[in-house]
């Protein structure tokens, strides 16, 4: 017989020293929100079960809509090359972000719109503009500078999304379609945000 009094077991994953998010943010129970600097969760941000925003080597800022799906990973994976002249910049997702399942975005900014499709690696110190696509399992290299509606598939072969650049009424059903989407997981998914 297990004994309801008994004592539970903690995390040893360290609790970000300064964590400020939003009251509109849904959560599910097993995602993770670790680290030792800030994290800053804006508003109607959901997080899946088991995505895991990290804060360990350098601060991150999820905007406005950014939705991480099961296994994503948002964060600074390593801290430098040891010499002390860590990385300090940290992660910035845009308003409207998406990172799919298994996903890892280590970028310094990620701008408005852009998806990280399943298995997609987006490495660190990369800047990637608004509207982007890194197709499923492509791969990022670090310090790389990707352009508004650039298109990155097979490996780091590189495309322009002429359609969306051209047509702002597109732009504007990719938000609204974003939203709806966020209104679902608001009906769909039990929210955890009290655990934070």
């Given at each position: 017989r297990t004994s309801t009094t008994g004592k539970r077991t903690v995390s040893a994953l360290p609790k970000p020293t300064s964590l400020v998010i939003d009251p509109s943010v849904i959560i599910a129970q097993h995602a993770a929100v670790t680290g030792n600097?800030?994290?800053?969760?804006?508003?109607?941000?959901?997080?899946?079960?088991?995505?895991?925003?990290?804060?360990?080597?350098?601060?991150?800022?999820?905007?406005?809509?950014v939705v991480l799906y099961e296994?994503?990973?948002?964060?600074?994976?390593?801290?430098?090359?040891g010499s002390g002249d860590e990385r300090r910049e940290g992660a910035w997702l845009g308003r409207n972000v998406v990172v799919e399942t298994g996903a890892i975005v280590e970028a310094r900014e990620v701008g408005e719109g852009t998806v990280v499709e399943a298995g997609?690696?987006?490495?660190?110190?990369?800047?990637?503009?608004?509207?982007?696509?890194?197709?499923?399992?492509?791969?990022?290299?670090?310090?790389?500078?990707?352009?508004?509606?650039?298109?990155?598939?097979?490996?780091?072969?590189?495309?322009?999304?002429g359609i969306t650049k051209m047509r702002p009424d597109i732009q504007s059903a990719k938000r609204a379609m974003h939203m709806k989407h966020i209104e679902v997981f608001r009906r769909l998914m039990p929210n955890n945000i009290a655990k934070w």
């Open positions: 600097y800030p994290i800053t969760i804006g508003p109607n941000v959901v997080l899946h079960p088991h995505a895991k925003v990290s804060s360990v080597w350098a601060p991150v800022v999820l905007g406005d809509g296994r994503a990973f948002v964060g600074v994976v390593t801290g430098g090359n997609g690696r987006v490495g660190s110190g990369v800047v990637v503009g608004k509207f982007c696509t890194i197709t499923a399992s492509a791969v990022v290299p670090p310090d790389s500078k990707i352009p508004d509606f650039t298109v990155v598939y097979s490996g780091f072969e590189r495309r322009i999304d």
